[in-house]
């Protein structure tokens, strides 16, 4: 009986040629013996007795007279429709012949083949299913295709993308147990809806899919955008940063333990969530050597694995959704970004937007804040009692008032449908009033670094982002063209992250330094010009510069002595200056 299996290659082993009808040659007389054998058991079957001389052997595999066909093992990873939180089940699948090298790890495909019982010796895969699969068909789909739609679905999405409050809804769709952060729900839509991927006549490629990063204190509610975010992507996988190593992000390849000991190469979930959303909780807290390969990933969408006879490129074409938390658990505004939440600059650099979820006391936001709260719990509170109690407290029809803070806008199975109907049907283009608008923002952006001295405001970086969260906005719209509207939506959106990340504390100037290395410019100068002042005095004395000199000189050509003092702690923790002796200080 044939049955038809969709999901995710996980595992896949190396190519092997195998014998299906081996030619066996009797030592004794040379008659040869064939002997039929199985492709799915790596014990190979020899003749009882010779054809010829009728006796008991030896015999020797006479490679040339023996037939071979090609075979392969794949894992197959199954999920549920939850996404990022349904359970997985994975099944082995033995393909042959003309299928073997047909898909990759990453793939999202639909296997048609025999459900069969696994015979002894057979895969050494550590899985503990009895049964594989024998594929006599491999079909390829994206992830969206095999999200199902209807054709009253498409009604329903067509009549939703043109209501005049569409972005309104989408946005309250996202975590609206979470209170307010409209500006990082909207930057979470316009993510899963993604923008377009370039294929450029040169054979370069622009990535379409749009990275966020959230920092805030554990309490601002950025882990449950992120995980709300994975359980409305259609593909989605979701990871701690405390527990993932670096393979597990990326892939690795080991042994398979199998005849011939071929190698198997495993994906991991940048891998895993190929045309999906990738949502890693703690980036902060993963280990630096599991982060490290994250910026060349994110970048160039692939990963790649070298390892003895395998050297493989797999497809990491997903969108990230990030989430850290503070070094000392609250995001202090007049401090570097870079330096508080522990990232590395090019690793924070390739985000496309980032946001700060802030948690300051103020009385009507507090407010407002506690009675959201106290609204979602009273509406959980409200719905398991009425479920599960014996003798109910609340009336049924206080339901549906209850729920209205946490009811998202648009029906969460919709919205999902309406993603994927909008990625795999619209694929817009800017129109020429659109591109002005994005052009003059870059250009007066940039306009702000012409002066000598001044810090770059923004890179080339920032306008690549820009157009892909235009495209994604016009895509909410199910619009083929990206109109002004879509521009300045974006640019506003740009405009407040650069607003409240971007500024240099010092002089209030954009720097695109202060996110992606940590410091601006003018902060860069000050500790190099009280470097080397520091360089000057420890040349004078043979212990090295005294401490209360380095900062009566400091004031003299301009420092003020908090200045001095953060600077030269800034120093000192970057390992650029050191205490030889008690209260004197040497450089780097």
């Known amino acids: 009986k044939l049955i038809s299996i969709y999901g995710t290659v996980k595992n896949s082993s190396s190519p092997q040629s195998v014998p299906v009808e081996a030619a066996f040659e009797c030592q004794r007389c040379g008659t040869l013996t064939r002997i039929s054998q199985s492709a799915h058991t790596d014990e190979s079957e020899e003749p009882y007795e010779c054809q010829g001389c009728e006796r008991q052997g030896p015999f020797e595999l006479n490679t040339d007279q023996t037939v071979f066909i090609d075979k392969q093992t794949l894992l197959l990873e199954q999920r549920g429709p939850d996404g990022a939180d349904s359970d997985t089940e994975s099944i082995v699948v033995d393909v042959e012949d003309d299928l073997v090298g047909k898909v990759s790890i990453g793939d999202h495909v639909t296997i048609t083949g025999t459900l ?213 658990g609250r995001f202090d505004q007049y401090e570097p970004i870079g330096e508080q939440i522990g990232l590395e600059p090019d690793l924070i650099s390739q985000f496309d937007l980032l946001f700060i979820l802030n948690d300051n006391p103020e009385r009507s936001s507090d407010e407002a804040q506690a009675n959201h709260i106290i609204d979602v719990n009273y509406s959980g509170e409200v719905h398991a009692n009425r479920n599960n109690s014996s003798s109910p407290v609340v009336d049924t029809d206080a339901v549906p008032e209850t729920d209205k803070e946490v009811t998202p806008a648009i029906d969460p199975d919709l919205l999902r449908r309406y993603i994927s109907y909008a990625r795999q049907n619209h694929y817009p283009v800017m129109t020429e009033e659109a591109k002005e608008v994005i052009r003059e923002f870059y250009m007066d952006l940039r306009s702000k670094g012409y002066e000598e001295d001044a810090p770059i405001p923004v890179t080339s970086r920032k306008l690549e982002a820009i157009v892909r969260l235009a495209e994604a906005s016009a895509r909410i719209r199910l619009s083929d063209k990206i109109e002004q509207e879509d521009a300045n939506r974006v640019i506003s959106l740009v405009r407040r992250t650069l607003e409240s990340l971007g500024v240099d504390t010092e002089t209030e100037r954009f720097d695109a330094n202060v996110v992606e290395k940590g410091t601006g410019k003018e902060q860069r100068d000050r500790m190099e010009n009280l470097k080397a002042l520091i360089s000057g005095i420890e040349s004078e004395y043979d212990e090295g510069a005294p401490i209360d000199e380095i900062f009566d000189r400091a004031e003299e050509v301009g420092f003020t002595r908090s200045q001095a003092e953060d600077i030269f702690e800034k120093l000192r923790g970057q390992g650029d200056i050191y205490m030889p002796t008690d209260d004197h200080w040497r450089t780097v």
């Open 116 to 328: 069969l019982i696994e015979e002894q010796g057979h895969h050494n895969d550590g899985s503990l299913s009895d049964k594989y699969l024998s594929a006599t068909a491999i079909k390829s789909s994206g992830p969206l295709e095999h999200l199902t739609i209807s054709d009253e679905d498409k009604k329903r999405i067509h009549q939703l993308a043109n209501e005049n409050d569409l972005f309104e809804q989408v946005v309250d769709s996202i975590a609206p147990s979470v209170y307010n952060n409209e500006d990082a729900k909207l930057a979470l839509a316009l993510q899963l809806f993604g923008g377009v991927t370039k294929q450029l006549p040169d054979g370069d490629r622009i990535r379409g899919d749009i990275h966020v990063l959230l920092v805030g204190n554990p309490a601002s509610g950025q882990a449950r955008l992120t995980r709300h975010s994975a359980r409305l992507a259609p593909r989605s996988m979701r990871v701690s940063g405390k527990t993932t190593t670096q393979v597990g992000l990326t892939a690795t390849a080991h042994m398979s333990g199998g005849k011939g000991s071929p190698w198997d190469v495993e994906g991991g979930a940048l891998v895993l969530a190929d045309k999906g959303l990738t949502a890693i909780n703690r980036l902060d807290a993963m280990r630096p050597e599991a982060r490290e390969s994250l910026p060349t990933v994110l970048d160039e969408q692939s990963v790649h694995v070298a390892k003895a006879t395998i050297t493989e490129t797999l497809n990491a074409r997903t969108s990230v959704l990030a989430e850290a938390a503070p070094k000392y």
